[in-house]
């Protein structure tokens, strides 16, 4: 995937404008971050990238993926699958059959190999978090979607699976859906907001992500946007 992926147009549920006139480019290989108020349609963004958005009719042009991986805030394990089982599930879904020793390899690059045979409720909020970007690695996706990942988790668990996650996914193009300033500052190669009259570029450091939480360029860009969060629309 080396074209970027783009999104013009607009979407409405049921008749219910959601965003009209969007012009968002993706660049690949590289993290974009989407930040903007509550219900402004971020989520039905991500859902159309993802050609998931059921009841949305988008009328515009709109990049093809491909399959995309997805990861949201809930951690979406089941509660009756081993964390092993659980990352191995989309395979399974497919009717494919599954491979263990790369699942394996993931719950490696997570650092939950010991907890393979476990099941979710026996783990933490933060180790659960890391099982579902275990999954989201097992889907190998070239485009890979972030609604809010890690806001559930606490400040030093969220860092720790920002900087895993950047790390694990380089060389993917990623949009994140985040309300975290300092996230996205960290994070974003591309930042913006988005607002019901389209979207604000606000701009993002230049350092490689992930970028150090302290990082003067990362203070200053989430101070850009709280300033610009803050701004009347
Ligand atoms: N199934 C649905 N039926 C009707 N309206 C919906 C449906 N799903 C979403 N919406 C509406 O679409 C709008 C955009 O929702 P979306 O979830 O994309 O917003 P968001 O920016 O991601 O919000 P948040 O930051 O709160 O997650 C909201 O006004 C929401 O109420």
Redesign the pocket.
Known sequence: MNQPLRMTGSAT??G?P?FSQLDLTLKPHSWTCLL??????????LRLFASLAE?VTFDGVLSDTGRVAMMAQQDLLMPWLSVLDNVMLGARVRGERPDKDRACERLVQVGLVDHADKLPAALSGGQRQRVALARTLMEDRAVVLLD?PFSALDALTRAQMQELTADLLTGRTVLL?T?DPNEAARLGQKILI?TPSGLVEVAAPFTPIPRDIHAPDVLRTQTDLFDQLRRPI
């Open positions: 549920i049921d219910t959601i903007g108020a509550s219900g402004v349609g971020k989520s039905t963004v009841g809010e859906v309300h988005m």
